[in-house]
């Protein structure tokens, strides 16, 4: 499979080149495949599979996405990448170039500047969704042993529920150093204990942390040498604009259709009253 994929994506290159085009596209190396007549027997219905395989990347949503040209990452301080339809089921492979594509581009982006003193992070939000893909976890793992040691390339995962994250996932949490735990009843501390060892101190700081809707939520900050209690105290305008629940929605859509503004003028309304609430002013 390997040679046959060779093969091809050299000869989509050379004909790319030949009538002037600068990029490959997954429709050329799908068109080279089905070229390759010459092959017999079982070697020639496997590239017509890969052929078939890829070009259900070449139409519709999929192939504007995985059939044009690309472009270079944008140098930037912060780069935010939206997955969206990806991170839905039935969409793992999407997901899994998407992903490999961007820590491709970290990887990258690390050699280049590795005898600088500038750190990366690497955050993913709703995490379970990358660390329980069978392809993605495992080249993860990988990585983040790399990176830290190497390239000083900080992977960072967040979750609102431990028991998203699947016994394989244990080979890569257990190679994190640091562990924020916010507010969790105790259910999730048990499901936190999967992938560290707790202390029985440990697990009464846990049980011990409270949350106060609107005005603070407590948590845990675990590592091998320290353990340290915290509060967060989000700014009323941060929390506004972060609140995503149906009645928090339509609480703002109430806002939206009573003042005839816009989501963003709602969200000064909740974050005045969030303030008024704390005994300040916004």
Request: proline content about 4%; some cysteine; overall charge negative.
């Amino acid at each position: 499979d390997r040679r046959l994929l060779q093969r091809a994506i050299i000869e989509a290159g050379v004909s790319a080149r030949a009538s002037g085009r600068t990029s490959v596209l997954t429709e050329d190396v799908a068109r080279a495949l089905r070229s390759l007549d010459e092959l017999a027997g079982m070697r020639w219905e496997r590239a017509l599979d890969m052929a078939d395989c890829l070009e259900l990347y070449t139409e519709g949503f999929t192939g504007q996405v995985f059939n044009r040209p690309g472009e270079h990452w944008p140098e930037a301080d912060v780069t935010i990448l939206n997955l969206g339809l990806f991170a839905n089921e039935g969409f793992e492979d999407k997901l899994a170039l998407s992903v490999i594509g961007l820590v491709n581009h970290v990887n990258s982006l690390a050699e280049r500047t590795r005898y600088q003193d500038r750190q990366i992070i690497l955050c993913f939000d709703e995490a379970h969704i990358v660390t329980t893909h069978p392809l993605l976890a495992p080249y993860l793992t990988k990585a983040s042993k790399v990176w830290g040691r190497r390239y000083a390339v900080w992977l960072w995962l967040a979750t609102q529920n431990m028991d998203d994250f699947p016994a394989s996932a244990r080979r890569m949490l257990t190679t994190l150093e640091w562990w924020i735990a916010l507010y969790m009843p105790p259910e999730e501390i048990e499901q936190l204990a999967r992938f560290r060892e707790l202390s029985a101190e440990q697990k009464a700081l846990l049980q011990a942390v409270r949350k106060e809707p609107g005005h603070y939520t407590e948590g845990v900050l675990l590592h091998d040498d320290r353990v340290a209690l915290f509060r967060n105290v989000p700014p009323p305008l941060i929390l506004a604009l972060a609140q995503t629940e149906q009645h928090e929605r339509a609480e703002r859509a109430r806002i939206m259709r009573q003042q005839h503004c816009s989501e963003l003028e709602a969200a000064y309304v909740i974050a005045r009253r969030i303030e008024a609430e704390r005994g300040g002013a916004c």
